[in-house]
């Protein structure tokens, strides 16, 4: 490893809330910085690492300890190598330009927009197997085998937009609405938090009554009552409430792109403008959020050299959260009779997110869940690390349908997906307390 591949240092802060305190001061001095993973060999304490410029490490650790912000350690952050990676291939049948693809990801060298196409349409058995493994390599070099395990409350099936693939669009007018209380909310949150999932994701609709003082008493007392990290997935909304809810404390945001082909994205969503959307992901960066995004493999008139698109814009918009599922038709919605996205598309889009954006979160998506039994086994082999369970209480869960069929993942189902991919529970987890509930 010779020093001129370093670009980046990696910033290991004491604990979560130092960590994003720290990140918070070095953005307001004016330090470019990102949340990213903590590399595997050194994520103990905080899962989140802060990566700054090369030429801003000294600074950044200046003003870090003149602010009493708890370091870890410093590393470098290395251009991840995966040697021997083709040396194993060469009996196997792959074609050339297969086989340069992967050497360039063997020696550490950014992929490209015709590299990535290349990749994503190969059909070949080999090929393919070739794909998921070096994913799966460089997974387990950047963040372990630990899969992180966060919980998800879908609190309102209210919605002001007719997005024409979604379960609860404005105009399903046959859609039993609901909205739980702050109450009812607690009560999941308590429930998560007793198990010992350290992050909340609460979603929703574009629910316009959920007022920014709603939204604000929620997140405070989740923060009073348990201390959990939040994750708002609740859509476009003015950059001052996205700040008030960072100052608040709620610290990463899902708000996935969905398609980057722009008339594609007109067509899918009657009522969002596309250069909207990319400045509120913009926004929840600049705030200091762990900023989600991610898109849907197999929409109608959707193209292999979109999804390619779609992959290097979370490269070059430094999204740390990608959650990449198939389309699944939803009853009711102009899409309906549209086939569904293919899992294999799915599986290999998930890999090369994960070859080319290297240190992200990548889910294991409810939608593979639902389309596959063994869907988010298969996402977990191909480069993914988090799953995201389903705490909607029964009552409601069922007027939840983004997509129809969706698969409740439950303890039990993530626990299994993580078992068969040979992957380790958090320790975090409250293993009797969870074998009582499943
Ligand atoms: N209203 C919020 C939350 C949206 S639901 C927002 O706008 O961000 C969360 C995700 O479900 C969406 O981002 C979308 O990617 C996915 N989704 C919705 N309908 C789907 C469908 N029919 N098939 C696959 N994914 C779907």
Redesign the pocket.
């Known amino acids: 490893m010779t020093k001129d591949n370093i670009k980046h240092y990696l910033i290991m802060a004491g604990s979560t809330s130092h960590m994003l305190r720290g990140d918070k001061i070095l953005k307001d001095e004016g330090v470019e910085t990102s949340l990213v993973p903590a590399p595997a060999e050194y994520g103990t304490v905080c899962a989140t690492a802060i990566k700054v410029k090369i030429e801003d490490r000294n600074r950044a650790e200046k003003i870090l300890r003149q602010n009493n912000i708890s370091i870890e350690g410093i590393y470098p952050d290395k251009t991840q190598k995966l040697a021997g990676l083709v040396t194993k291939l060469m009996d196997s049948v792959i074609s050339e330009e297969f086989i340069k693809v992967l050497k360039k990801i063997e020696n550490g060298e950014e992929l490209g927009f015709e590299d990535i196409v290349l990749l994503l349409k190969t059909e070949r058995r080999v090929e393919k197997e070739a794909l998921y493994h070096a994913a799966d390599r460089m997974r387990r070099e950047i963040v372990g085998d630990v899969v992180d395990i966060r919980g998800a409350v879908e609190f309102s099936n209210y919605?002001r937009?007719d997005?024409k693939?979604?379960?609860i669009r404005r105009s399903l007018s046959d859609l039993a609405r609901y909205r739980m209380t702050e109450d009812e909310i607690m009560e999941v949150v308590h429930q998560l938090h007793e198990i010992g999932i350290k992050t909340v994701i609460l979603?929703?609709?574009?629910d316009l009554r959920w007022t920014p003082e709603k939204i604000s008493s929620l997140i405070r007392r989740v923060k009073k009552e348990t201390s959990m990290n939040i994750t708002l997935?609740?859509?476009?909304r003015p950059r001052e409430e996205y700040e008030l809810y960072r100052k608040l404390g709620a610290n990463n945001f899902?708000?996935?792109i969905?398609t980057t082909n722009r008339k594609l994205f007109k067509f899918i969503h009657p009522d969002d403008d596309f250069d909207h959307r990319v400045q509120c992901s913009k926004w929840l960066k600049q705030l200091g959020y762990l900023n989600g995004s991610?898109s849907?493999i197999g929409l109608p008139g959707q193209r292999v050299e979109d999804i390619a698109r779609d992959i290097l814009f979370f490269k070059d918009m430094g999204i740390n959260m990608i959650?990449i599922?198939?389309?699944?038709?939803?009853k009711g919605?102009p899409?309906e009779g549209y086939p569904k996205g293919s899992i294999e598309m799915t599986l290999k889009a998930v890999a090369v997110t994960r070859i080319v954006c290297k240190r992200v979160f990548i889910p294991a998506t409810t939608?593979l869940a639902s389309l596959d039994p063994d869907g988010q086994t298969k996402a977990l082999k191909a480069g993914a690390n988090t799953i995201m369970l389903i705490n909607t209480p029964a009552k409601y869960r069922y007027n939840y349908q983004?997509?129809s069929d969706k698969n409740m993942v439950d303890l039990k189902s993530a626990f299994k997906a993580v078992k068969e991919a040979g992957r380790k529970m958090p320790p975090y987890l409250k293993i009797d307390k969870m074998t009582k509930e499943t």
Do not use: H, R
Not at 233 to 236: A, D, P, R, T
Not at 325 to 330: D, L, N, R
């Open positions: 919605c937009k997005c693939y979604c379960g979603q929703s609709g574009e997935s609740i859509g476009e899902l708000l996935k969905e991610g849907i959650g599922g198939p389309f699944v038709p939803a919605t899409f939608a983004i997509y």
